[in-house]
């Protein structure tokens, strides 16, 4: 029995023993496609000779100094590239240790922002609903995911709370699209206003949704939208890409392809491909200025930021992606793959919307298409599916929908950008077996 405390207290997961490319393999010597990268993270694959070369040498030269201390080459360098390949005036990184780390240290800097420039009483943020801004508690508190925060209130931060875009839940038959990302951003600018925009420190949100809803972009139009009313309310526009980000969408950060430049960015998981834990908070100018200008210190920190070894990693992740022209394979592969999915699970019955960008790909799943009403979540139709994946050698990434119906059950995949066009057709292929067996099951 494991003394792990693991995510069930009720199982404990095949033992995971060895990795390759797209693969990894278990210690009963199973196989199976990695069509998640885990939880969107192996974006290289496993085990890239580059990357561990990467690794081998920072660890024979140095593994680990101290901020207090010290800084590195390899760590400049990593800021260096992140910032030169950051459109707009993102000058500036700060490297943690994951995603949850970097809201936090997001939501800090940003507060800290309207300290030094003398506005002290903006003290909250507005976010979304079905929103996952991480496990911490500052994160919790922005996230707009209920069943993860039900049982942590009261939450740390006051946050504004405003819906989510999901054109394919919310969108109304008679409504455009034009007409319905509209609606939100009104909806956006009165809860601003209710709010008292002097209160308010700026809004935050996942670029593409990854895990509450599984790949849910962004309506035309409407992240321009966000940027204006940040703008007009002088409220600082922080984009949660932790998951979206770092090419998994086609362009290194997601909101690149909506045209708008935030003032904060929090990446982590893509960033450094799972070889290391990193995450990492891009500031634009006027945030780093105002802290040099003020007290010339930003009152945070951690015993691992800047490590030099996970940014040893995620420099080596980022230049094979920049060497190897990869952002063009996750044009490439993801055109397939949502073509595939669109054209191989689109007719099933149970198969409500397939959606994303690039390799960041989400199949939500119904129990009546026209009305979209979901699965009952007591059947834990995902649960199912998942372990028939991996009984079939695939790991997806599936999620449960909402007791209250908001969002159905839905299917994350997020293969490594050196994916190959056969193992895309096996996934939608495997994919579409299990929806139609799981889903037969159940079905009324
Ligand atoms: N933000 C987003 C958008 C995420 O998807 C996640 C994780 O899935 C996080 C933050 C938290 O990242 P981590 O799990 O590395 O703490």
Same mark, same amino acid.
């Given at each position: 029995?494991?003394?792990?405390?693991?995510?069930?207290?009720?199982?404990?997961?095949?033992? $995971? *023993?060895? $990795?390759?490319?797209?693969?990894?393999?278990?210690?009963?010597?199973?196989?199976?496609? =990695?069509?998640?990268?885990?939880?969107?993270?192996?974006?290289?694959?496993?085990? @890239?000779? &580059?990357?561990?070369?990467?690794?081998?040498?920072?660890?024979?030269?140095?593994? %680990?100094?101290?901020?207090?201390?010290?800084?590195?080459?390899?760590?400049?360098?990593?800021?260096?590239?992140?910032?030169?390949?950051?459109?707009?005036?993102?000058?500036?990184?700060?490297?943690?240790?994951?995603?949850?780390?970097?809201?936090?240290?997001?939501?800090?800097?940003?507060?800290?922002?309207?300290?030094?420039?003398?506005?002290?009483?903006?003290?909250?943020? *507005?976010?979304?609903?079905?929103?996952?801004?991480? #496990?911490?508690?500052?994160?919790?508190?922005?996230?707009? #995911?209920?069943?993860?925060?039900?049982?942590?209130?009261?939450?740390?931060?006051?946050?504004?709370?405003?819906?989510?875009? #999901?054109? %394919?839940?919310?969108?109304?038959? =008679?409504?455009?699209?034009?007409?319905?990302?509209?609606?939100?951003?009104?909806?956006?600018?009165?809860?601003?206003?209710?709010?008292?925009?002097?209160?308010?420190?700026?809004?935050?949100?996942?670029?593409?949704?990854?895990?509450?809803?599984? $790949?849910?972009?962004?309506?035309?139009?409407?992240?321009?939208?966000?940027?204006?009313?940040?703008?007009?309310?002088?409220? +600082?526009?922080?984009?949660?890409?932790?998951?979206?980000?770092?090419?998994?969408?086609?362009?290194?950060?997601?909101?690149?392809?909506?045209?708008?430049?935030? &003032?904060?960015?929090?990446?982590?998981?893509?960033?450094?491909?799972? %070889?290391?834990?990193?995450?990492?908070?891009?500031?634009?100018?006027?945030?780093?200025?105002?802290?040099?200008?003020?007290?010339?210190?930003?009152? @945070?920190?951690?015993?691992?930021?800047? @490590?030099?070894?996970?940014?040893?990693?995620?420099?080596?992740?980022?230049?094979?992606?920049?060497?190897?022209? +990869?952002?063009?394979?996750?044009?490439?592969?993801?055109?397939?793959?949502?073509?595939?999915?669109?054209?191989?699970?689109?007719?099933?019955?149970?198969?409500?919307?397939?959606?994303?960008?690039?390799?960041?790909?989400?199949?939500?799943?119904?129990?009546?298409? $026209?009305?979209?009403?979901?699965?009952?979540?007591?059947?834990?139709?995902?649960?199912?599916?998942?372990? #028939?994946?991996?009984?079939?050698?695939?790991? *997806?990434?599936?999620?449960?929908?909402?007791?209250?119906?908001?969002?159905?059950?839905?299917?994350?995949?997020?293969?490594?950008?050196?994916?190959?066009?056969?193992?895309?057709?096996?996934?939608?292929?495997?994919?579409?077996?299990?929806?139609?067996?799981?889903?037969?099951?159940?079905?009324?």
């Amino acid at each position: 029995m494991s003394q792990i405390i693991h995510r069930s207290l009720h199982s404990t997961p095949p033992v $995971a *023993v060895s $990795a390759q490319g797209a693969y990894i393999t278990d210690a009963a010597g199973k196989r199976y496609l =990695d069509a998640c990268g885990g939880a969107a993270v192996s974006c290289l694959g496993h085990a @890239h000779p &580059d990357v561990l070369a990467a690794m081998h040498r920072q660890i024979d030269q140095l593994a %680990y100094a101290h901020t207090g201390f010290f800084t590195s080459d390899t760590v400049e360098q990593l800021a260096a590239q992140l910032t030169r390949t950051a459109p707009g005036d993102l000058n500036y990184a700060y490297f943690v240790s994951g995603g949850s780390e970097a809201v936090e240290t997001a939501l800090k800097l940003a507060r800290q922002y309207f300290v030094e420039i003398g506005q002290p009483q903006r003290t909250r943020f *507005v976010a979304r609903a079905q929103s996952y801004h991480g #496990n911490t508690l500052g994160a919790l508190a922005v996230g707009g #995911n209920e069943w993860r925060r039900r049982q942590f209130a009261p939450l740390l931060i006051d946050v504004v709370r405003v819906s989510a875009c #999901n054109a %394919y839940r919310d969108r109304r038959a =008679d409504e455009s699209e034009q007409a319905y990302t509209q609606r939100l951003l009104n909806e956006l600018e009165q809860a601003i206003l209710e709010a008292g925009p002097e209160t308010l420190i700026g809004f935050c949100a996942e670029t593409v949704v990854g895990a509450t809803t599984g $790949a849910t972009p962004p309506t035309p139009g409407y992240l321009q939208g966000v940027r204006r009313l940040c703008d007009k309310y002088g409220m +600082l526009y922080i984009a949660d890409e932790v998951m979206c980000g770092m090419g998994r969408t086609g362009t290194l950060h997601a909101f690149e392809q909506d045209d708008v430049v935030p &003032d904060i960015v929090t990446i982590a998981k893509g960033l450094g491909g799972g %070889y290391q834990p990193i995450g990492a908070v891009l500031a634009s100018e006027k945030i780093v200025a105002a802290l040099q200008a003020g007290s010339g210190l930003f009152q @945070h920190g951690h015993t691992y930021i800047c @490590h030099p070894t996970a940014a040893a990693a995620a420099l080596a992740v980022q230049q094979v992606i920049e060497r190897d022209n +990869l952002l063009e394979a996750v044009k490439t592969q993801g055109a397939r793959l949502h073509q595939q999915l669109r054209e191989v699970l689109g007719e099933l019955p149970h198969v409500g919307d397939t959606r994303g960008r690039g390799l960041f790909a989400g199949v939500e799943l119904v129990e009546d298409k $026209a009305s979209k009403r979901p699965f009952d979540p007591a059947f834990k139709l995902h649960a199912q599916i998942k372990a #028939n994946c991996m009984a079939r050698g695939l790991m *997806v990434y599936p999620m449960g929908g909402t007791l209250d119906g908001q969002y159905g059950d839905h299917i994350l995949i997020a293969p490594p950008f050196i994916v190959t066009a056969s193992q895309i057709d096996f996934v939608v292929d495997t994919l579409r077996q299990v929806i139609v067996e799981e889903t037969g099951k159940l079905a009324r």
